[in-house]
């Protein structure tokens, strides 16, 4: 009976304090990515969770799409071990990577997943650079998420002789320096054959910007040049580009390496949850003996991981078709192209530049004294922040709005009347 009160009180508890949280689900949250959690993400999940299948611990490797993957009942955690290679399947195929063969594994977001990339990275930088006086060369975009910089300190890259970072900075629309990127690498080249690795970003964090990924792959290509591991960060597009017609191919890049996803972005999925996907063979860098698991070894970061994210994923790509999905996306485009009309009316805002994708980048100019605070708490309540960012010589304070198809047309004009009367006495 005393279980049955406990029970109850908690369930009060976490009803009540749920109601502080809701600005997301309200649509009231314009400068995240964050989508809503979808039902089939949340319904599959506690439906099958009941039966303990939250776990995941050995890794994925060598799929090929043309394999029958089938499940086993031969060990522990079958049911989510299947399902994460069925999923990745369905990663490779939307982003049309050019891997037939591949291996990776879920991760507990975007972040994980590129300190995982640079990870491999060095691991197999280190393997080719056996002679003396050579180096592992770093060549890092300004505009890099943060969480390559992280995977820079934890791999212990900075202060290190035996690796030299080249700092990349960005163009006037926020994207790494295409010319600054082929002097650094033709510089390297020049006094050997070291190995090189480049991250680059398809749609920046701040600004939004899709870093020249074509023209680096071609670049590659034409120039013969190996020993570049070419890393993409999607965390923010491998779920929206693909989907447009004009970039359904970005990601078929034969140069590739790594690509890291993240599923909370655009679709609805789980917060907290992503996926890196890379040539076969690599996860052999990131090899642990761990006799204990099957296999006699762990590939991953963090060893077990859960599975009911993958669940959830696998459910919600299941049900939403690709359809789906575009039409979604659209939506949201109508509606980034409406507010940057709107919001082009407002003086004291200055676009950064015509928005093509879901982002809205902007500056605040021309505000008397008095109105500056006023009007950074209007912003402060949709969510909307800045960031001090790097263009190419100097540093501009930018904000960005998001827009994603659970936003309403009615936040929207709320948002901008919200943002017109801020000036008004």
Known sequence: MKKIIKFFNTFSFLNICHFYDTRLREGLVFGRAFSPLKFSARFFPFWFGKYNYNNIIIQAKGISKNDDIKISDSGTFNFTGYLEKKLLLQIRDILKLPFAI??????????????YAMWIAREWATSKVKEKDRKIYWIIPNNAHYSINKALNLLNIKNNSDNEIIAIKTDSLGRADWQQIIKSIKAVRERGNDPIIL?????TTECGSIDPIFELND?????????????????????????????????????????TVDFSKTIGGTVGSGAVIFRVGLEEYANIDAPYL??????????????LDVIAMYSLLAINSEENIRNDILDALKKTSFLAKEILAIDFIKLFYEPKLNYIVFSLVNIEENKEEKI????????????????????EELFKIIIRNDHTY??????????KSATKT
């Open 199 to 203: 991250p680059l970003t398809a749609m």
């Open 102 to 115: 591949f291996s990776g594994y879920t991760t507990s977001g975007g972040t994980e997943a590129n300190i």
């Open 219 to 259: 670049f590659i290509n034409k120039s013969k040049f190996d020993n570049i591991f070419f890393h993409v960060d999607a965390a923010f597009s491998g779920f929206f580009l693909p989907f447009l017609k004009e970039y359904h191919n970005i990601f078929s890049l034969s140069s590739l390496f790594s690509i």
């Open 294 to 307: 099957l296999g006699n070894s762990d590939k991953t970061l963090t060893g077990s991981r859960s599975g």
């Open 376 to 395: 950074r708490k209007i912003l402060a309540s949709y969510s909307i922040s800045s960031s001090i960012v790097g263009i190419e010589d100097k540093k």
């Open 410 to 419: 009615r936040n929207i004009k709320k948002l901008i009347k919200d943002l």
